[in-house]
């Protein structure tokens, strides 16, 4: 048999380079005894004696392959090693010789990475899965502490506990984002220190935890003051924030008290709560409202309106858009189109309608014998939202709350045009009209009404006959599209 003893400074390190030798000798996984102890004070060239403490990280190779005349031996990709590494950190006493077998196994393709049905395969995924929820927890829950300085830089020093060995993969964080002074993060066994931007670690001597600075009183009193009682659910915030962190957190002896006056505060806040003030910027729409609704001639009213559109910024999707598409159509017209929202082409020409779904619309709509130029046409949101990728503009489905939010101006163009019947094309339009975007499939061709009372009769959006992949179910579907089109111009001629 043949034991390894790796140090507890750069054990990872440590270990590939033990796996590589082991390797290149032919010795198998089980006869390998791996252990924790004290480093040989030759495994790191040019280490520091004292503790195993180094001024660089080690670097991982993209191939598991023994330096110094091994070979081709070992053959592991960068991501199959990355998730052992990162097992490694794991408090798991049987980490390095699973990891060990592992790549033996690999290398001579015994077995394939991911394939979770292998035992080795799903405890190495699961292990590093647990060592980045370990690494998620310290980055949020370690807490600074003012030390003096021996130097121009500031210094700060914390101490955290975490459950795994995530010390050294964890702290690259820190120094990125505080690079700018001096500070320690030291755990039960090992110490990260960051020192005028050279990080280093070391083997944890003092179990002693820094002093408490000045800012940790401003931090509670800040604290509690954001605490929102109405908002508390215990379960769901000790899932976020273990009960086992709390000791080190300096807020965290506000909690109980926070939680348990929760319930008061609530009723005290709801008891001593002022009168509801009007919303300035509700009772500007509703002057605007007004101001439209008087106007003479409804082709004015409509202009008006186009411009109060252009200039909303109640949801902010107009904000990144090129700008708001307003309808377009006759101030009396019969019928009215409502579909989801804008598209790249609409966004950029400014006109409701006008890109591959218009196109399909306008296509359907003639051979129905419906008149685009007597339907008023329009969209439940006026921007366009989207999502960049590169180049592209990619369509991304509004929200509940900005459809409420843009309810408003389609309330106003239903007032203002008054038409007798509404075509709602899509889940969204549906949501918009009639308060439900759901069931559209069984709800299509139906007579429902809006909340004024106004027939609304719903059907498919025609983007989603561009969608179907299978063309005789496309033919299929847009047979009853032109069919859906055909039934609006019988029933808006026949309430006209």
């Known amino acids: 048999m043949r034991q390894v003893i790796l140090p507890r400074v750069h054990t990872v390190a440590a270990w590939r380079r033990e796996a590589r030798a082991l390797a290149a000798e032919g010795v198998p996984a089980e006869d390998v005894i791996w252990s924790v102890g004290e480093a ?26 023994r330096e110094e005349g091994a070979g081709d031996r070992l053959r592991v990709s960068r991501k199959a090693l990355d998730s052992i590494e990162s097992a490694l950190c794991h408090s798991d006493p049987e980490r390095f010789g699973r990891g060990y077998r592992l790549v033996l196994r690999l290398s001579a393709g015994a077995v394939t990475w991911g394939d979770r049905a292998d035992r080795d395969v799903r405890t190495v995924l699961e292990h590093a899965k647990a060592i980045g929820r370990d690494i998620h927890k310290m980055h949020a829950f370690v807490r600074f502490r003012e030390v003096p300085a021996d130097g121009p830089r500031r210094a700060f020093a914390a101490w955290f506990e975490p459950e795994h060995n995530c010390v050294e993969r964890g702290t690259p964080f820190f120094a990125k984002r505080f690079g700018d002074m001096d500070w320690v993060i030291a755990t039960p066994s090992v110490t990260a220190r960051f020192e005028d931007g050279r990080m280093s670690f070391e083997e944890t001597v003092s179990q002693q935890r820094p002093p408490e600075d000045a800012t940790e009183d401003l931090w509670r009193t800040y604290y509690a003051s954001i605490f929102n009682p109405a908002r508390v659910m215990v379960k769901a915030m000790c899932a976020e924030m273990p009960k086992k962190y709390w000791k080190n957190l300096p807020e965290a002896e506000l909690i109980p008290g926070l939680v348990r ?36 001639e409804p082709q004015d009213a409509l202009g008006r309106l186009d411009r109060q559109i252009d200039a909303c910024a109640r949801c902010g999707i107009c904000a990144q858009a090129t700008g708001a598409v307003p309808g377009e159509g006759p101030a009396d017209a019969a019928l009215m189109a409502v579909g989801e929202q804008p598209g790249d082409r609409e966004d950029l020409a400014g006109r409701p309608f006008v890109g591959p779904a218009g196109q399909v619309f306008d296509r359907e709509a003639q051979a129905a014998g419906l008149d685009r130029a007597a339907v008023y046409v329009t969209n439940a949101v006026k921007g366009f939202k ?23 101006w389609l309330d106003l163009e239903r007032q203002l045009v008054r038409p007798k019947l509404i075509l709602g094309m899509g889940a969204t339009a549906a949501e918009a009209l009639t308060g439900s975007g759901r069931d559209i499939g069984r709800r299509r061709g139906r007579i429902e009404e809006a909340s004024d009372g106004t027939s609304v009769l719903l059907t498919v959006h025609p983007s989603y006959l561009l969608r179907l992949p299978d063309r005789a179910r496309a033919e299929a579907e847009t047979e009853r599209f032109r069919g859906d089109l055909a039934a609006a111009v019988r029933i808006a001629d026949s309430l006209a």
């Open 261 to 296: 006056d929760a319930e008061a505060r609530v009723r005290e806040m709801a008891d001593t709560a002022p009168a509801a003030m009007p919303d300035r910027r509700t009772e500007t729409l509703r002057e605007t409202t007004r101001a439209l609704l008087a106007e003479a």
């Open 386 to 408: 989207f999502a960049p990728r590169g180049k592209r503009r990619i369509h991304q489905r509004p929200d509940a709350g900005e459809v409420a939010h843009c309810r408003w």
């Open 40 to 65: 040989p004070r030759d495994l790191f060239a040019g280490a520091s004696g004292g503790g195993g403490r180094t001024g660089a990280l080690p670097r991982t190779p993209e191939y598991l392959a």
